[in-house]
């Protein structure tokens, strides 16, 4: 195994483009040493992308948040716009693992590392938020969802990294929550994950969001659960049927960390609890 | 197999080593360089007992290659006492009995140490979430909450 | 053996809280613990696992591994010592097959290389054909017609000849007429239990440092609750003479049981053996959940009787236990320790020990009890609420005291359960409401206890301190107890006493750190050996009085002339004494060898408050307090410390720690991420309360307390979860779709 630490894209693209063995982007590391100690993944080469100026830095454009590949949850939290706009999408990834992992664990590795149960991707995917990928042919933007394509598989080609993720413009009215049904009360992987984004005009909701983690081989954007609330001010029978909607959408499996029947239940369950509290964060943000 | 010369400072001593890339920081740190107060319980970032500082930041130094260390500045358990001057953290673990079988012991010192720094007078409820990715089997956590919020009650008082 | 003077004794060391001894040690890294030590030239080794639940061996070629860059050496089964015998043989065979690989992860081969990487890329050269075949995990499956037999002609010749081959032991005991019994019970309730596996998750991997010569001369020094028992069975595993190998104890990481046997140990010897140089062998997480003894698994039936007004009238059990592919399931503990707590007059308890593709079972912290319990206490709870009775007054109507016939035969002497469970009823948690969604569980536990052969030297230095050496590593502060009671017993400070955990070769036979066992037995021995050191002072003070011995006395840590008649002297201390050692006869050593009898059984009362959310079937423990029977607290903050332990280690049992195993009979979650001890942020405060009922059997009066704490906490825990949720939980771990799925089945019922 080599290890590379470019100092610039340019730099890391053509090193990695020309590898002709199995290439391993590193920013946090917080999955990709697990599979490097475990034998999972023995890469010949290992591009480590945090001396590249301007991954770990968080800008504002347009209104909304470039986040440089390599911010950790930590990072994260700790900036005080980012957290305003997009609350559920930062504590979708502070979820993830302990104060140790949140030193280092960043969105686009939760990302690319493309587990169906990834926290912060369904809070990412609901956001609308979108990544740069650096590549061979230059850099493209793509939609979150379209980087996972299954269990472990990414969109990527050869040579291609991520090198930002942006949060779109929050705007008024617009509040996010992202929740996740684990066992114990940290360090678990989830057993289901529910993120919604929402706009509200008022308390009626004008416009919503909704994807689901952990039910399905890759995040699961769930529209009947969102033409459920669309309308309503989020009254008993608009969660019910949200609820509903969340856990008729699931295509979960049974494995060591829950039941299709468990799954299916709770995804419904936070669904609904995610949307409340969504909807509180849009009206506070309104009567600012 | 080519090895890595890496430059780092490590509580506070610049430090020099050459490591295989595929070392961790965990591995140069008890292998190469005679720290092993720092401890490998999983080698997956689970247990926290291999954490350290970098940059001022609490990790674990399993899910970190040796080779990342460049240009870094690196704590662990091993820097937090001064000269024979211990620690108010690990004089309150002492006092508190906050310690059984002592093998997650300097993982937790780092944490707490990082936690106290940041946050001079944190809840039970803020010691307990901080301290979730350190896994202790033999206490139950009382008294290690118990000693850190001491340990806080003194650094309050004495600052 | 007659309590000193325990009752009125005051004490002056004994139950204070010292720092201990090791602590600086181990808040600032120092502490060598078993990955920490290094030796000079010395190699690494790795071993080669099994990926399969059951095959044959057709083939196991090392060549290409032996000729891998760096390898130094490469051994299987065929470089151990043959004619193994009885526990000996099944160790051997679980530390390294032969032919047949009895459970995924089970050892095939290892290798030693210059260094941790070349050792793992060599391990990939070795080349395995596998003949895969039937497996089985499950204990109940295990004692079906049709189910694979794992090794056939194991049982004993306790076991009924009907019984499937995989059936390896059977136990019963009992007393009086359970039918007639259950006549004149009000009610009766009868129900199944099941618990999964969970393993003792100590935080530190086994690892160990071994040299062995070809001159048959060792050194290994490793993390072991016993390195006199390690020694021996490496030595008998080698081939070699017990005494040519020096076992050394290092800091250890954690055992609760799990480190009583040897895994690495015997494999890094042989590599040594055949390198000629030191061989590190270090586990890492996903062997030590795949190779390394969890606590067995269990299927139970439960039956008992009770009247109106709450007394039980008879208890029936039926306990089958599978340990993984070898005898030793704990099933006679789960049926002594069933219905201990408890005087009845009609008991019947049988159990089974069961074989199945897993690995070899390891002592978990009252091997075989916190089952028995989770079944007996849940059923005992149930009746409660049917019959509307208060759980403790029902437990204080039935409890065992002083003289009670427990069902395996012996009558209990001075016991404290009585004392547990008022000192429980008088809690305030007992009385604090609840809220919504929540549930309050109570339950008692009991535990043997155990002494076992020990050895203990206390020697003195000329300027009156105390070495003091002891054969029982150090598992949860012990040093300091027995720095404690070394004091105490010579009338002198704690810090005049340094404690040392001996190698083999320093000091006499000890049996393990286990059975609640160190404080007591090596305890006992310390007074005795500071007895025996008094002794020999007294009779140096004599001497220079010129008077008899019987003349002098020890108060106070000085001989005194032991009344007017005996003369008028003026006290020598221990430190004047020893000062002066050297010119009145020589160095002045005190010790005792022997196997103490009189370890005083333990008993302890939990209550659990626990809340449910009724939609997602998670729970949390909001309340908890331990009160258990110390005997005596040596040093108080570890007594504590034990009880909170063990009973953390019940709440993750109760909750959420299992072994998965797939459909292909691989463990599905070998790592921390997935087996779920519990968190920091998972727990509640565990209060405490020590009850001291002086054991008779120990000078102190002290009672082991390590393994009690864990025998309470699954039943109080299902208590509580069952009363929070409305619906009785059988089967543990009570994890939340298995809560969700109960109660959609109580709903479905009464719907």
Known sequence: MEYFAPATVGEAVARAETEPGLVRFLAGGTDVLVQLRSGFVEPDLVVDIKRIPGMRAITAENGGWRIGAAVSGAELCRHSGVCADWPGVVEALELIGSTQIQGRATLVGNLCNASPAADSVPAMIAAQAMVAVAGPEGTRDVPVAGI????????????EFIT????????????????????????????????????????????????????????????????AIVGTRLDEAALSDLGAACSAACRPIDDKRGTVAFRTRVAGVLGRRAAAIAHDRARARTSE | MSMIHVRTTINGDATEFVCDPRETMLDVLRDRLALTGAKEGC??????????????????????????????????????????????????????????????????????????DENPDPTETEIRYWLAGNLCRCTGYDKIIRAVTDAAAEIRETQ | MALDDAATREFKVVGTRPVRPDGVDKVTGRARFGADAYAPGMLHGAILRSPHAHARILRLDTAAAKAAPGVKA?????????????????????????????????????????????????????????????????????????????RGGTADNSVPDSMHPNVVRFHENGHGDVAAGFAEADLVLEESFRTEATHQGYIEPHACLAQLGPDGKGELWCCTQGHFVAAKTCASLLGIDASQLRVTASEIGGGFGGKTTVFIEPVALALSRKANRPVKIVMDRTEVFRATGPTSSASMDVKIGMTRDGRITAGEGSFRLQGGAFPGAPMEFTAMC?????????????????????????????????????????????????????????????????????????RFQRIGLVETLEAAQAHPHYTAPLGP??????????????????????????DGTVSLSVGTPDIGGSRASMCQMAAEALGISYDKVRTTVADTATLGYNDVSHGSRVTYASGLATIRAAEDTIEKLCARAAAQWGIDREAVVWEDGCARPSGPNAGDFEPLSLAKIASRMGRTGGPIVGHY??????????????????????ETGATKVIRYTVVQDAGKAIHPSYVEGQYQGGAAQGIGWALNEEYVYGEDGRLQNPGFLDYRIPVASDLPMIDT???????????????????????????????????????????????????????????????
Not at chain 3, 76 to 90: I, P, S, V
Not at chain 3, 125 to 141: F, Q
Not at chain 3, 340 to 364: F, T
Not at chain 3, 593 to 614: Q, W
């Open chain 1, 164 to 227: 930002s993720v942006f949060l779109p413009a929050r705007g008024d009215g617009g509040g996010d929550a992202y929740l996740r049904f684990i066992p114990r009360t940290e360090m678990d992987i989830a057993v289901v994950g529910c993120a919604v984004s929402l706009r509200v005009d008022g308390e009626t909701v004008v416009d919503a969001r909704i994807c689901l983690g952990a039910v399905a081989p890759t995040a699961l954007v769930v529209d009947d659960a969102a033409r």
């Open chain 3, 437 to 462: 969604n929540q549930g309050r569980g109570v339950s008692c536990g009991f535990w043997f206890n155990h002494a076992g052969e020990t050895a203990v030297s206390l020697a003195l230095a000329e």
């Open chain 3, 593 to 614: 060898e022997a196997t103490p009898e009189g370890a005083g059984v333990s008993f302890a009362t939990h209550l659990v408050d626990a809340a449910v959310d009724p």
């Open chain 3, 689 to 751: 309360v020590i009850v001291e009922v002086p054991n008779p059997g120990h000078p102190y009066g002290v009672r082991g307390v390590g393994e009690t704490s864990i025998c309470p906490p699954l039943a109080a825990i299902a208590n509580a979860v069952s009363n929070a949720a409305g619906v009785r939980l059988r089967e543990l771990p009570m994890s939340p779709p298995r809560i969700l799925a109960a109660l959609d089945a109580a709903q479905t019922d009464s719907g």
């Open chain 3, 74 to 150: 490469v051994v299987t089964r065929k470089d151990f010592a043959e004619g193994q015998t009885g526990e000996n043989w099944n160790v051997l065979e679980n530390i390294m097959a032969d032919g047949k690989v009895l459970y995924d992860g089970h050892a095939v081969a290892a290798v030693a290389a210059t260094s941790v990487f070349a050792a793992r890329d060599a391990l990939k050269r070795i080349v395995v054909d596998y003949e895969i075949l039937p497996h089985v995990t499950d204990v109940d499956e295990a004692m079906t017609a049709g189910a694979p037999v794992i």
């Open chain 2, 43 to 116: 080698g997956t970032g689970d247990c926290g007992a291999c954490s350290i500082t970098l940059d001022g930041q609490v990790v674990c130094s399993c899910l970190m290659l040796a080779a990342e260390a460049e240009g870094t500045e690196i704590r662990t358990v091993e820097g937090i006492a001064e000269g024979e001057q211990l620690h108010v953290l690990q004089r309150k673990f002492l006092e508190h009995a906050a310690l059984q079988c002592g093998i997650c012991t300097p993982g937790i010192l780092v944490a707490s140490k990082a936690l106290l």
């Open chain 3, 338 to 410: 069933a219905f201990a707590p408890y005087n009845l007059d009609n008991i019947r308890a049988s159990a089974w020990d069961v074989m199945c593709n897993r690995p070899k079972q390891a002592a978990y912290r009252a091997p075989g009890s916190p089952m028995a319990a989770f079944a007996v206490e849940s059923v005992i709870d149930e009746l409660c609420n049917r019959l509307g009775l208060d759980p403790i007054e029902v437990r204080l109507k039935n409890a065992s005291r002083e003289g009670t016939r427990a069902a395996f035969g012996p």
């Open chain 1, 148 to 159: 996972p394509t299954g269990p472990g598989q990414t969109s990527l080609g050869s040579g």
